[in-house]
């Protein structure tokens, strides 16, 4: 079943658009399945639990961290996470520029923008993110790249509302990406889009979806 609806998912992405499956909750035996059915980037929420699947799954597997990381946390994944997409404040940048300095690393990271009209949704304002990257200091951190925006759009029916917000976080990826970082390939990622509005991300601009449940069914908590 899971490598159905993985191949399912697959085949409706354009080519310059990849896919997260987010295994959270699920055991190592579904991410086995995927895995065989071709899929390599895993996202995960939990430190822990992604640290475990991490030590005793393939070594291919290039693990997203996809929730609120705490800072007392981030040593346990800085020695082998590929992205970490939730990045919401400059003191969480610091430190994890600081736990990848221990081990000589470069970590690859998104801001989180808040995009939804929930207020539970962590993430940066628009204007919050602008004065943080205009105040230079992010440039010192020479352990972190910032490769592009993470953003969740309000959990709604209301379609024109979803895609107004992914349409917000794409104009203002461009705004950034031309002031901030207009020589740098690296910053190109959009994550964006899940099980249930990733068709909408993607028509907006998604380069990364984080899909779950439509992959590996729904989560037993
Ligand atoms: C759980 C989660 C997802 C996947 O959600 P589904 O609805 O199961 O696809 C995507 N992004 C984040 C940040 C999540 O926490």
Known sequence: ??????????????????????????????IEEAYHAGQRIFGESKVQEMTSKYESLPKDIEWHFI?????????????????????????L???????????????????????????????????ECREMLASGEWKELKNIQICGLMGMATNTDNVEQIKAEF????????????????NEESFREISMGMSHDYHEAIAAGSTLIRVGSKIFGERRY
Not at 5 to 17: A, D, G, H, I, Y
């Open 167 to 182: 349409c917000s976080l794409s104009s203002f990826f461009q705004e950034i990406k031309s002031t901030w970082f207009a």
């Open 1 to 30: 079943m899971i490598a159905e609806n993985l191949k399912q998912v697959l085949s409706e992405l354009p080519e310059e658009v990849r896919l997260v499956a987010v295994s959270k909750f699920h055991p190592n035996e579904a």
């Open 93 to 127: 940048l610091t430190e994890v520029n600081k736990q990848a300095a221990k081990i000589n690393k470069t970590v690859h990271c998104l801001l989180q923008l808040h995009i939804a009209r929930e207020e539970t949704k962590f993430g940066f304002s628009f204007e």
């Open 67 to 91: 929730g609120h990381l705490q800072t007392n946390k981030i040593k346990f994944i800085v020695p082998y996470v590929a992205l970490i997409h939730g990045i919401d404040s400059y003191k």
